[in-house]
Every structure is written in structure tokens, then in C-alpha cells.
């Protein structure tokens, strides 16, 4: 092959004619004059009203994909070989306040014990997500995992707001707009519509 007879992969782009002649004429799908070319030429954007349209994600963060669920603060077994000795109970309150793990908005957040590291003492864990090699290394040792933090918590049982008092006279409801029967004194029954 000669220098003379390479040929290009991707031809020139056409140059956007502007004005009469070829596909684009005259202004060449740039928009017309009109309402664009006239002073005081201020238009609403559209597309405000749409944004303003969209509901905020509030709370999500950057991610409108970022999960709901709460994610567990994680800590490995070999940091509670070091924080505890042999024997001894591990509940989330007494990792609060051993100062392993830090409260959430002034609550217990939920907390995962990994199996990263060894362990050779004996554990009561009760309260807490584990995983499964932590639980076997755990037990291996003559550990012993009293509660584990349910997957699905249950929700209180909704209360039951006390109804307000009837008060007397006062028309109940799919009595508006029919007739009542009322006693006078003078001439005995008479109908009247409630309103």
C-alpha cells in the first residue's frame, strides 16, 4: 500500500450551511425571529414547572437508588477479643458504653459481628446480628449466641384513638336532611327535617 492510497475511516462532517441552499436553509434549524426577535423578549421556562412538579426525594441523600433499610455498624471478633474477657456478656448497651460503638440520633443502632480475626474466650452475644463465621468460630470456642436481632422487626400494635363524646341534640350521621319526628306540647307530634 502507497502513502497516496490510505483512505479515511470517518469522512468530514458537512458543515451546517446557514442560509439558502442545501438541506438546512436559511437558518439552518436554528429557530426563527418572531417572538425571539423582538425587544422585551422574556420567556417563562417550561421546564421549571415541570421540575417544580417532581416530588423531592427528602432524606436520600445523592442516590435517589440508596436503600431505606438500615445498615448494621459492623465490628469483628477480634476487637471483642481484645474489649473482653472470658465469660462475659455482649449486648449492644455494653458496647455503647465500652465505647466500641456510638449512638445514632441519641438511639442503638443495630450492630453485626463479623468473623475477621481469632477469638480463644468464651462469648454470651445476645441483641446482635452475626454472621455465620463469626457464629461458628464463636461456638467453637464454647461461645454462646443467646438472641439474635430478628430480620423482620415487628411493629406496635396500632392504639386506638376513644371516640368524642355524642353530644345531645345534635343530629348523627345519615340524619341530615331527613325528617324527624319532634313531641310539642300543644299539638302533639310534628314532623321537622334535620339541617
Known sequence: MQTHQLQRNNPNMKRTIVARGGKRGKTAGRGGKGQSARAGNKRRPEWRDIIKRIPKLRGRGISPQKSFQERPVVLNI???????????????????????????????????????????????LSGLYISESAKVKIEKVGGSIVAVVPKVIAMPAKIKKAKAPALEGTPKRGEIGKEKEVKTEKKGKVKVSVN
Open 78 to 124: 477480634d476487637v471483642l477479643e481484645l474489649a473482653f474477657g472470658a465469660n462475659e456478656a455482649i449486648t449492644p448497651t455494653i458496647l455503647i458504653e465500652k465505647g466500641l460503638v456510638s449512638t445514632k440520633s441519641g438511639n442503638i443502632p443495630m450492630i453485626k459481628i463479623l468473623g475477621d480475626g481469632e477469638v480463644t474466650k468464651a462469648f454470651r
